[in-house]
């Protein structure tokens, strides 16, 4: 499914009612990121490692953590939003969530 959402794979799939198939390829996946299990996650502060490729204002950073469900995430880490961010993922790997180690 997920290679049909970022036209790796032939689809029917739409945005809303328009195919994907009839948007140009770079605007489809300047919104849609497709990542293997593979794929690495950036070093830095989290707010860079959420905004992706281009800067974000910190309105939609903020929507984009709570969307994934990561907001307690967030208040976990000691500098929130503005934490350092180990590649890999490595420095949030210990990070307390409700009391629990995650």
Known sequence: MVDRLGRYAPSVATWGEVRLDAIPLDQVRARILVADNEADLFAGPLTEVVSGRRERPAEAVARA?????????????????????????RSLSGVSVNGCGW
């Open 65 to 89: 953590v709570h969307a994934s469900a990561a907001d307690d995430i967030v208040q976990g880490l000691p500098e929130g939003l503005d934490s350092a961010v180990a590649a890999q993922g």
